[in-house]
């Protein structure tokens, strides 16, 4: 199993910037990916960002391209996302997901919320 915990959430201002950090345990050589999500309220969970854990693959949604930048330190089983020039439209939970080697995307955190908001 792998157990997977987000942090770094919070309320900001339209324009502000936020790093969410995610912190693998367990099993995690049983993945090969680690992505962010986001959820806003009423709408369907989104994907934002993957990086591989090899760090020679990393995509984004087009939602996310220029204003999200993923990374990952590998020794430390953390994933990052540092997000800037936030707007309104970017309030939603946050989620980290860990990918199957040869599967989906099966483990997942409890989501930190972010909220963008004068």
């Known amino acids: 199993q792998v157990q997977l915990v987000e942090s770094g959430g919070g309320l900001v201002q339209p324009g502000g910037s936020l790093r969410l950090s995610c912190a693998a345990s367990?099993?995690?050589?049983?993945?090969?990916?680690m992505g962010w999500f986001r959820q806003a309220p009423g709408k369907d969970r989104e994907f934002v960002a993957l990086?591989?854990?090899?760090?020679?693959?990393?995509y984004y949604a087009d939602s996310a391209k220029g204003r999200f930048t993923i990374s990952s330190d590998t020794a430390k089983k953390m994933v990052y996302l540092q997000v800037n020039s936030l707007k309104p439209e970017d309030t939603a939970v946050y989620y980290c997901?860990?990918?199957?080697?040869?599967?989906?995307?099966?483990?997942w955190g409890q989501g930190t919320q972010v909220t963008v908001s004068t």
């Open positions: 997901a860990a990918r199957r080697v040869h599967g989906g995307w099966d483990y």
């Open positions: 367990g099993i995690v050589f049983s993945t090969d990916a």
């Open positions: 990086i591989r854990w090899s760090g020679d693959s990393i």
